[in-house]
């Protein structure tokens, strides 16, 4: 089983600029999730999807962060404008979805964003 | 406000010590609790807990829950430099199908 595919693996970006992140969850999950990871933190959750519907955002910075999962597969998120408290890694993780007790998330290689 | 709350945040150890990470939470539905153990990026599962006192094992690891007292522990008994990595507690909400992470505890283990 294919795991969780995300791109790029490291971007360098100027504060201001805009950057894209690329995720293609496992096949047939319907739930996927991208966190923001900085450095000596946990992940803390921006957005999460079911299929394709937003199911929870209030963690997500809305004047400078988007995301978007058409069809309910693939999923891109974007940063515009980029500030320097953007440099983190940036997780996506899918999980198969439903209502079974307790559940795993499989999480990505992540990308390493540094705004310089 | 749901937080989990993991400690040591950083612990160093020889090779073949045995080790306590500890992780409390308070959330409001409370569902699971996940270990993951992240080496290089992407974290990687561990264990699931839904139930107090029933240990699950694997290997040299294993953990358990206290529902009652809100924490876990993940012990790892003769450890291996393989086993140096951050290892996150998450919390997941019933119904919400959505986890919090703790701060992570970096686990050092030197030859």
Known sequence: EAGVA???????????QSVAFWCNPISGHATLYWYQQILGQGPKLLIQ?????????SQLPKDRFSAERLKGVDSTLKIQPAKL???AVYLC???????????EQYFGP?????VT | EDKVVQSPLSLVVHEGDTVTLNCSYEVTNFRSLLWYKQEKKAPTFLFMLTSSGIE??????SSILDKKELFSILN???TQTGDSAIYLCAVEWRGAQKLVF??????TINP
């Open chain 2, 56 to 61: 699950k094992k694997s290997g040299r690891l």
């Open chain 1, 93 to 103: 993780a899918s999980s198969p979805g439903g209502l079974a007790i307790g559940y």
């Open chain 2, 76 to 78: 790892i008994t003769a």
């Open chain 2, 102 to 107: 703790g701060q992570g505890t970096r686990l």
């Open chain 1, 110 to 114: 992540g990308t390493r964003l540094t």
């Open chain 1, 85 to 87: 408290e953007d440099s």
């Open chain 1, 6 to 16: 995300q791109s790029p693996r490291y971007k360098i970006i100027e504060k201001r």
């Open chain 1, 49 to 57: 999807f079911q299929n394709n519907g937003v199911v929870d955002d």
